[in-house]
């Protein structure tokens, strides 16, 4: 049976020494290589450690590190804007970005209001990591951490506030209180995170009572509404009673001057015809009576001259035809 197969007498070529160690050297040569340079993006930081332990940290770009395992590397996102949501999850990103609410995300959301109301309050943190070294090796589960650390400071916020202003008019206030409190956690607790902004998303009373809240949220913006209106008519009608008042005053103040100067003139006036009568009295009181002539003559329609030394004057003057006129 053995001499029905061809024989097969292939041998390996033989290989020197020398070939040897080259490929030894070449492979040992990339394996050094492949452990020990490494690339650092543009938005991100590089944490080395040596045998577990911190030593430095790289910028981007490419950097150089012991190989097999003395040191390893750890990439952390400096630059990234992270974000982490409360009440919801982001299912699918978009134009019409769609949400997830479950029995665990929706617990997260009911809060306890001051005035011993429940409501349920959803809301995002756009935070950055800037200390990647506290980040790593400061607290065991960072991102547990402060997810507990939002939910606790939020809670404590709406607690210490009115179910009115929680849903209505002090979300604002309660979303900057409650971005600095947490920045003041995370450097108590040097988790090495900034917060950049922490935005309320939704606030609304539970389901079983939300159609009564929204009733008085309507009642609520209809009087801010009327409010706004009368503090607008007060803006308008006020300035303008000012003006008007103001205008009057200085009117009132005009007249009142015009009325002293016209005195003190007339007084001025009174007191230099005077002087001038103690000097000549005769001349003076004529010159005053022709004055006073020329002002009345002109106004009198009907004039009658006669001689002072004439008598029985009264015929002539025909005073019958005037009493019947």
Known sequence: MRGDFPSLDFKLPKISPGVIKIIVAAVVVIILLATSVYQ???????VVLRFGKFVRTTDPGLHFKYPLGIESLDKV???RQLKMEFGFRTELPGIRTQYRVTPETAREAVMLTG??????VEWIVQYKINDPYKYLFKI???DSTFRYM???VVKKIVGDSSVDEVITVGR????????EELQNLCDLYEIGIEVNQLILQDS???EPVKASFNDVNEALQEKERKINEAKAEYNKEIPKATGEAEQMIMVAEGYAMERVNNAQGDASRFTAIYREYARAPLVTRKRLYLEAINVILPKISKKIIFDEKMK????????????KK
């Open 40 to 46: 650092i993006g543009p938005e991100e930081m590089g």
């Open 77 to 79: 996102p400096v630059q």
């Open 115 to 120: 005035d011993l109301n429940v409501a349920v």
């Open 140 to 142: 065991r589960d960072v």
């Open 150 to 152: 939002n939910e606790a």
């Open 172 to 179: 604002t206030r309660i979303a900057i209180e409650a971005k």
């Open 204 to 206: 609304n009373p539970p």
């Open 312 to 323: 029985n004057i009264l015929p002539l003057l025909n005073l019958g035809e005037e009493v």
